[in-house]
């Protein structure tokens, strides 16, 4: 056993004494512990206080409540299940630009919904239930109403099944072409593919679109939407499309916006004849610079450049161009350019992948005859 010694013990003993108790023999205070003993007092009772009010008065959900004359943005889903994904990847995708331009989103939903339902969770700041109807020309003449009645800047449908056959039938109604099969979009910008998904191509955001399943995010922000419901009376819809059959077009009259093959004029090209030949017989979509326009020798909507059409054609082949820093600012994103021009120094020539430094007046011709094309003796 060790030896205890007393003088130390005792030495200890009288140190804690000084520490415990002050010069008059009263007990010290020890202030730290006073105030977290304070500090556990009131953190109990004020967790009881707020535990008991929750209890007593449920706090209220908050919701994003928008007014009635910001930019819409329409969402149609002919689902019958409540919550569907393809429903929550529409409003996502919709909220996506919405956000963007400072709007919000309408869900219109066709057929039966329980009046408990609350779409607002899923992302919609107004709703709009149409009835159930078999006749596609008869709900695509109710979207196009709900359209109208909101003013919506951009109307998005699902890619497939009956949704994606009204989603063609309102754009008719309306006037416009579809996108069809998006999986990329912004309040600017739409990226879709074609040719059986083996080209990409990207176009401004048309009014009507249909999305690619799969593609986008459901809305989850956290804070559900308004949700409030809209009722619009229905007149009865009128005659619905009809199929004229099959119609023949041209491509070279097809939007520059979307052709994938331009043939461009400029000051250089004289022969107006053989430069619509060498278009026909290349496949391609006419276009022309500035000066070619102003001329009266192409109308404003064939206009290449910053104050016309910025085009993205994976080839622009440009006849007598010397190349404005306008007009290749709207060719910047073509894919190939290839420049026919007697100037060795135009600045389109420099632009171009490939060049050919001879009369255009010449090169024309040789081109159509190469293309199988005929051309007049």
């Known amino acids: 056993m060790p030896r205890i010694d007393p003088r130390r013990h005792e030495a200890d003993h009288r140190d804690d004494a000084v520490e415990r108790f002050g010069a008059d023999g009263l007990p010290r205070r020890d202030p730290h512990k006073e105030k977290n003993q304070r500090l556990r007092r009131e ?39 409540p919550w569907p994904d393809a429903e929550r990847e529409l409003l996502g995708a919709a909220h996506t630009v919405a956000d963007e331009i400072g709007g919000g989103v309408v869900l219109v939903r066709v057929g039966f919904l329980d009046p408990a339902t609350d779409l607002g969770q899923i992302g919609a700041d107004r709703t709009v239930l149409l009835p159930l109807m078999t006749d596609p020309n008869a709900l695509a003449a109710h979207v196009a109403a709900v359209i109208e009645r909101f003013k919506a800047c951009h109307v998005f ?38 040719a059986g998904g083996r080209t990409e191509v990207s176009r401004p955001l048309p009014k009507v679109a249909t999305l690619a399943s799969g593609r986008f995010d459901a809305y989850e922000s956290g804070i559900a939407r308004e949700g409030r419901r809209i009722e619009i009376e229905l007149n009865a819809p009128a005659p619905g499309v009809r199929d004229l059959g099959v119609v023949i077009t041209s491509q070279a009259d097809a939007p520059l916006n979307e052709a994938r093959f331009i043939v461009s004029a400029g000051d250089g090209v004289t022969d107006w004849e053989a430069f619509r030949g060498v278009t026909e ?15 009266g020798h192409l109308p404003r909507h064939r206009q290449v450049g910053a104050s016309g059409t910025l085009v993205e054609a994976r080839c622009y082949l440009a006849f007598g161009i010397s190349g404005a820093p306008q007009h290749l600012q709207g060719v910047q ?45």
């Open 43 to 81: 953190l109990r009772t004020h967790s009881a206080i707020r535990i008991g009010q929750n209890a007593r008065r449920p706090a209220a959900a908050q919701r994003i409540v928008l007014a009635d004359d910001v930019s819409w943005i329409i969402v149609v889903s002919l689902s019958e299940e």
């Open 157 to 194: 449908f699902g890619e497939g099944g009956a949704d994606a056959d009204v989603a063609r039938r309102t754009a008719i109604l309306l006037g416009e072409r579809p996108a069809t099969s998006l999986h990329l979009l912004s309040s600017e910008r739409a990226t879709f593919q074609e």
């Open 281 to 295: 017989a290349l496949g391609g979509t006419i276009a022309g610079s500035r000066q070619v326009v102003d001329a």
């Open 333 to 377: 994103r073509c894919r190939h350019v290839i420049a026919v021009n007697t100037d060795l120094h135009a600045a389109m020539v420099k632009r171009a992948d490939l060049a050919i430094i001879a009369d255009a007046q010449q090169v024309m011709p040789a081109l159509t005859r190469l293309a199988g094309g005929h051309v007049d003796a």
